[in-house]
């Protein structure tokens, strides 16, 4: 019988999370009754800080405040850090031919000196077609120019690429050499410690190149009509210490991350709501592009698999990620962006309120979400790290919230010599919430031997509207009783199955309230059993 008042302990417990192995039964104090037909149980206190204690979740923070004694849970989470770069703009190699025609000349029986001066453009070609502003080759790149010619005339150049710019020097990459009778002129530029600085022309990116020929046409020589010099410049394996320029719009996805709330693990519950929860988000970002975050990857997940999603204004509104600065010398600095997702612009309440077992983050990103006309820039070092956390202000809702729990009766309990027996509960609550509990006794085949419905497990005390708390203690008391049928199932039984509905305390009035679970509410229990029995352990 001593197991059966604990049982009854237990369930109480368990309200709010407290694993029935772990009742410490060393609170227990043996009460002094002198009727000789009560058998006591004892009594039992416990805080609801205790209580949330007890929860078999490590990553739980749980958290007090110092002058209302309110409850906090917390959930923390490294997201994770993404060098998303090539994602958001690559540098293929570019291999671009130009030609320059040399000037009609006749054969005669003299020397012929021709010095000609020309330019022209090539196309920096990007992959989705971003305008580019300046490239900051990084060391492994390299610029290669080869310069043919098929007329058999001397051709001496000297070629400049005005926009490749020594970063030392403030000097452009220029190249010198001669060519004649089919021969090819081969140079090659390392690119470290340049730059490449592109003008927008129709979308493209141009970059100039002035060239000076000095050609030599030798006595019997001539140049026809057409004929013409190749010039090949090519940026070979490409790579970038820094970009500017407007980089348009690409999506990105950040890997998926997940939290696991053991909390609702204990619980397994529906109807459990948080009146304030709230998910942070906080990015840290060195890419000098603004990103969108979509939102609506996030989701919770019961035990089931079955998942809910996150919907509501920030959902179809996507805030977003915060450029790092672009003004010298800070560029590539951190800049810290932190999103609140809330009940207010979310429907979390409602997700969480479906007690899931994990909360996972399948964010995507999207650059420049909102104006693709802002100058961008990305390094080879920008990063952005995520931090998450989860806020479970403990101001609740209990709606019908019920929950299963069965007892071991082993081989049946003896009560053979009982007419009758009462178990008696006496409860002195100042938690904001009541419950009441339906009974079974079932046999090894699950089958119903007896029932006891609707018994007041806990009273809800009376609320104070201003701040969500109670005005005073509930004391409750209530007879479970068990009749011969009843003491016979006892006898019989194999498991007391007690199935718990909870409720918050009403409002009282047409709006349905939130209220506040203090670390230091108490709830004392105290259990005892009437009758005539003969109890066999």
Do not use: W
Request: proline share 4%.
């Amino acid at each position: 019988m001593r197991n059966l008042g604990y049982a009854a302990l237990g369930l109480f417990l368990f309200l709010i999370g407290c694993n029935i192995q772990d009742i410490d039964l060393n609170k227990i104090k043996i009460e002094n009754f002198q009727n000789e037909l009560a058998v006591p149980f004892g009594t039992a206190s416990y805080t609801m800080r205790e209580l949330i204690e007890d929860v078999s979740d490590p990553d739980l923070i749980l958290e007090e405040d110092p002058e209302t004694a309110e409850l906090m849970i917390t959930y923390q989470e490294t997201g994770g850090s993404y060098t998303l770069s090539s994602d958001i703009f690559d540098v293929p190699d570019i291999s671009n031919p130009s030609t320059v025609s040399l000037p009609a000349t006749p054969a005669s029986g003299f020397t012929v000196i021709i010095n000609e001066s020309s330019s022209f453009f090539q196309v920096y070609e990007s992959v989705d077609g971003e305008i580019i502003d300046s490239v900051f080759h990084a060391d492994n790149s390299s610029l290669e120019v080869q310069v043919e010619s098929t007329n058999p005339v001397d051709v001496s150049y000297t070629m400049t690429l005005t926009n490749t710019i020594n970063l030392s020097t403030d000097n452009p990459v220029s190249f010198s050499g001669a060519v004649g009778g089919g021969s090819m002129g081969n140079h090659i530029q390392n690119l470290m410690n340049h730059k490449t600085v592109f003008t927008e022309v129709n979308g493209e990116n141009r970059f100039n190149v002035d060239i000076t020929l000095d050609i030599t046409v030798d006595p019997g020589e001539s140049i026809a009509a057409g004929d013409e010099i190749t010039i090949t410049i090519e940026f070979l394996d490409q790579d970038f210490i820094i970009v500017f320029g407007k980089l348009g719009q690409d999506t990105v996805a950040f890997s998926g991350q997940t939290i696991d709330i053991a909390f609702f693990d204990d619980f397994g519950i529906d109807g459990f709501e948080f009146g304030s929860p709230e998910i942070s988000l906080d990015f840290r970002s060195s890419f000098g592009i603004p990103i969108g975050v979509g939102l609506g990857g996030i989701y919770g997940e019961e035990s089931d698999g079955s998942r809910t999603y996150l919907s509501g204004e920030i959902v179809s509104t996507p805030p977003v990620i915060e450029s790092s600065s672009i003004v010298a010398p800070v560029t590539g600095e951190v800049q810290q962006t932190t999103i609140s997702i809330n009940s207010t612009n979310s429907t979390l309440q409602q997700m969480l309120a479906t007690s899931p077992s994990t909360i996972g983050f399948e964010v995507d990103g999207f650059t420049n979400p909102y104006d693709q006309s802002i100058l961008n820039f990305v390094t080879d070092t920008s990063t952005i790290r995520s931090f998450i956390e989860v806020t479970l202000p403990m101001e609740v809702r209990l709606t019908d919230v019920q929950h299963n729990l069965d007892f071991d009766l082993g081989g049946g309990v003896d009560f053979s010599d009982a007419d009758s027996l009462t178990l008696r509960m006496t409860t002195v609550n100042e938690f904001p919430f009541g419950a009441t509990l339906d009974m079974y006794i079932l046999n090894a085949a699950e089958d119903t031997l007896y029932t006891v419905l609707e018994k007041n497990a806990l009273g809800s005390p009376t609320l104070n509207h201003a701040d969500k708390t109670i005005v005073e203690p509930k004391t409750s008391i209530d007879d479970i009783p068990f009749n011969k049928t009843g003491i016979d199932a006892l006898n019989n039984g194999t498991t007391i199955r007690i199935v718990i509905t909870m409720n918050t305390t009403p409002s009282g009035t047409a709006e349905d309230i939130f209220v506040k679970l203090l670390a230091t509410a108490k709830l004392d229990i105290t259990l005892a059993a009437r009758g005539t029995i003969d109890v066999k352990l």
